[in-house]
C-alpha cells in the first residue's frame, strides 16, 4: 500500500508566524492609543481585528507544533488537524468581528459621531505600516497550508482596515464629511467578510471529511475498476486529513482467478500505483477480496 503522511508548519513559518505576532502586538497598541483618542468605529474595526489576529497568530504558533508530534495508539493520524481546527476557528472569530462592527456602523449611520481626521490619519499610516511588514513576512510561507494562509487572511484584512482608516482619514480633512469614518468601516466589512467565509467553509469541508478539491470519487472508482480483475468497488471514501495530506480507503471485489497478493503484477500494487500517479493519494489503504467475501461485511452508507 502506498502512505504519505503529512508534515506541520515548518521552522521557516513558525518563525514568520512568531515576527508577524510581534508586528501586531505592535500595531494594535498603537490601534488601541488611537481609538481611544479618536473614538473613530474605523480604528476600533481595525483594532477588533488586530486583537484577533494577535490570538489567531498565537493558534498558528501552537498549531504548527501540535502537527508535528508523531502519531500515537491513540491519534494514530497524529495532531495534523489541530491546524485545521485553529483555521476554522480564526475564521469564526473574523465573521464574528465584522459582523459586529457592521451593526455598530448601521447604527452610526443615523447617529454620526464626529471623529478628528488628523490623529485618524497618523493611527491609519503607522498601521498600515505594520500591516505591510506582517504581510510580507508570512507571505514567504507556505501558502498550500491552511493555517499559514488563515493568518494571511487576518494580516490582510487588517492591511485593509488600514487603508479604509487612511482614506476616511483624508475625507474627514478635507470635506469634514462625517460619514466618512462609517462607510469606511462597512467597506472593510464588504472585503474581508467573504474571505472569511471561503476559509470557514474550506476548513469545514475538511473536518467534515469532505472530499479534498481537485479529486472526484467516481473518477477514482471507475478508474480502479478498470483495472485488470476488479469486478466491483465499495467502501469507497476519499478525505483529508488536513489541507496537504488526501486520504483513500476503498475494498476491491476482485476475480476468482485473480489471487489477493502483494508484487509487481498484483491488483493491489497496480491499485495503489493509479491512485499516486492520477490522483495524488499518496496515502491509500486498499482491501482485495474475492466476491464472496462481501456478504460477510456490514457497508458504510
Not at 466618512?180 to 467573504?194: G, K, R
Not at 491499485?271 to 464472496?292: D, I, P, Y
Request: net charge negative; proline share 3%; charged share 15%.
Amino acid at each position: 500500500m502506498g502512505h504519505g503522511h503529512g508534515h506541520g508548519t515548518g521552522g521557516g513559518d513558525r518563525r514568520r508566524l512568531a515576527t508577524a505576532l510581534a508586528v501586531t502586538l505592535v500595531t494594535a497598541l498603537l490601534g488601541l492609543f488611537g481609538a481611544v483618542l479618536t473614538g473613530s468605529l474605523a480604528l476600533l474595526a481595525d483594532l477588533g481585528h488586530l486583537l484577533t489576529d494577535a490570538g489567531a497568530l498565537v493558534a498558528a504558533l501552537i498549531a504548527s507544533v501540535l502537527a508535528t508530534r508523531p502519531v500515537s495508539g491513540r491519534r494514530t493520524y497524529g495532531m495534523g488537524r489541530a491546524e485545521v481546527l485553529v483555521a476554522a476557528l480564526n475564521a469564526l472569530t473574523l465573521v464574528v468581528v465584522v459582523v459586529w462592527v457592521a451593526i455598530e456602523a448601521v447604527q452610526r449611520l443615523f447617529e454620526p459621531v464626529g471623529i478628528p481626521g488628523a490623529p485618524l490619519l497618523v493611527i491609519g499610516v503607522l498601521g498600515l505600516v505594520g500591516n505591510v511588514v506582517s504581510l510580507l513576512v508570512l507571505a514567504g510561507g507556505d501558502r498550500g497550508n491552511m493555517n499559514v494562509r488563515g493568518a494571511l487572511l487576518h494580516v490582510l484584512g487588517d492591511a485593509l482596515g488600514s487603508v479604509g482608516v487612511l482614506a476616511a482619514a483624508v475625507v474627514l480633512l478635507t470635506t469634514g464629511w462625517p460619514y466618512a469614518d462609517t462607510i469606511a468601516s462597512l467597506l472593510i466589512v464588504l472585503l474581508i467578510l467573504p474571505r472569511a467565509l471561503a476559509l470557514l467553509r474550506e476548513a469545514s469541508h475538511v473536518l467534515l471529511e469532505g472530499t479534498p478539491a481537485g479529486i472526484d470519487t467516481a473518477e477514482v472508482k471507475a478508474a480502479l475498476l478498470e483495472l485488470p480483475g476488479v469486478t466491483g468497488v465499495h467502501d469507497l471514501h476519499v478525505w483529508a486529513i488536513n489541507d496537504r495530506t488526501p486520504a483513500m480507503s476503498a475494498h476491491l471485489v476482485v476475480d476468482e482467478t485473480v489471487e489477493a497478493h502483494c508484487g509487481e503484477a498484483s491488483v493491489l500494487d497496480a491499485a495503489t500505483t493509479v491512485l499516486r500517479e492520477r490522483f495524488g493519494l499518496q496515502h491509500a489503504t486498499v482491501q482485495v477480496e474475492h466476491g464472496a467475501h462481501v456478504g460477510h461485511e456490514d457497508h458504510c452508507g
